[in-house]
């Protein structure tokens, strides 16, 4: 039985595709929309002539400033889809001016001001691969757009290739615009890019323990600088970005606010997250239940001075 079809409310009104299976599609609402705070994501949803409706959430990469005029989305077509009726696929298939749905609710916790706070004075380094990117266009162009400037924020993001790069001139625009750059693409297939003369390999290895110090540099902190007490770290994309950022970062004593990595690694509630992430899969970011590997983990938090339980293990 064919899915409910959904109501129609908004138009596509820009298709800009950077390769043939990822882009960034505006979308305008019939209705004045709300506004929402960076890092929120909205529902869309297209119908299809046979199965029926679709819908899928989808992160806002546009600022705020301009929900008046549309919102953005950047998409990557689904090769593999878990669902017989994907909405990438009819994404994809969409024409300039076509109709679409978008609800009217947007909603979302992955934001600063729902994590460390707009007022935290530190370096905020945002952690992206692929599509993750969009929370993060949307928050540094906000930014950008009310101050001036986004001097406290520098953003790592990783792609196969230099055309999967989303918005990089406009990011290289508003980010490096000082001696020490702080949007910081890096390209995990170099070897089928000669041109490429940036970062390599994948975007969570420069948090290693032997690459944090040449990232170090190229941020401006200081030998040993990349720590909680000057930075806060916020992750996006699929679970082996955030995972091995997450585990990298736990030498220098960063702190996830994931309720349930906290209760594995037995953090006091007292202990404030330093790094906070949002999941675009599903598969476990750690196998909480290798007790070898909660035990690894905690020796890292242990070792930089974070205070853990002692009876620390694998939750059910």
């Known amino acids: 039985m064919a899915a409910k079809p959904v109501e129609y409310n908004a138009t596509i009104t820009h298709i800009n595709l950077l390769t043939p299976t990822l882009g960034i599609f505006r979308v305008k609402p019939d209705e004045p929309a709300e506004s929402f705070i960076p890092g929120q994501y909205v529902i869309l949803g297209l119908n299809h002539e046979e199965k029926g409706g679709v819908m899928r959430a989808y992160s806002i990469a546009s600022p705020p400033y301009l929900h008046n005029e549309y919102f953005e989305f950047f998409v990557r077509y689904v090769n593999h889809p878990t669902s017989d009726n994907p909405l990438t696929h009819l994404l994809f298939a969409a024409k300039e001016g076509d109709r679409i749905m978008m609800r009217k609710r947007i909603q979302g916790h992955f934001t600063v001001e729902k994590t460390m706070g707009l007022e935290d004075p530190r370096l905020r380094v945002l952690v992206a691969s692929g599509t993750g990117l969009a929370p993060f266009t949307s928050m540094v162009f906000e930014w950008y757009h009310q101050l001036g400037h986004a001097r406290n924020s520098a953003i790592l993001y990783g792609?196969?290739?230099?055309?999967?790069?989303?918005?990089?001139?406009?990011l290289e625009a508003v980010l490096n615009r000082?001696?020490?750059?702080?949007?910081l693409p890096s390209i995990s297939r170099p070897h089928e890019a000669p041109e490429w003369d940036g970062l390599t390999g994948r975007v969570e290895n420069?948090?290693?323990?032997?690459?944090?110090?040449?990232?170090?540099?190229?941020?401006?902190?200081?030998?040993?600088?990349?720590?909680?007490?000057?930075?806060?770290?916020m992750i996006c994309g699929l679970q082996g970005t955030i995972a091995n950022t997450l585990t990298s970062l736990l030498y220098r004593g960063f702190v996830p606010a994931d309720r349930k990595l906290r209760r594995v690694f037995g953090i006091p509630q007292e202990v404030k997250p330093?790094?906070?992430?949002?999941?675009?899969?599903?598969?476990?970011?750690?196998?909480?239940?290798?007790?070898?590997?909660?035990?690894?983990?905690?020796?890292?938090?242990?070792?930089?001075?974070?205070?853990?339980?002692?009876?620390?293990?694998?939750?059910?």
């Open 206 to 233: 420069h948090f290693s323990p032997e690459q944090i110090g040449f990232l170090e540099h190229q941020l401006g902190l200081p030998e040993g600088g990349f720590n909680p007490e000057n930075c806060t770290v």
């Open 274 to 316: 330093t790094l906070f992430f949002e999941q675009y899969d599903t598969t476990p970011i750690i196998d909480t239940k290798d007790e070898a590997v909660v035990a690894e983990l905690v020796e890292r938090l242990r070792a930089a001075g974070v205070p853990a339980g002692e009876g620390a293990k694998a939750a059910g």
């Open 178 to 183: 000082s001696e020490h750059p702080r949007f």
């Open 159 to 170: 792609a196969s290739y230099p055309t999967d790069l989303g918005y990089r001139e406009e």
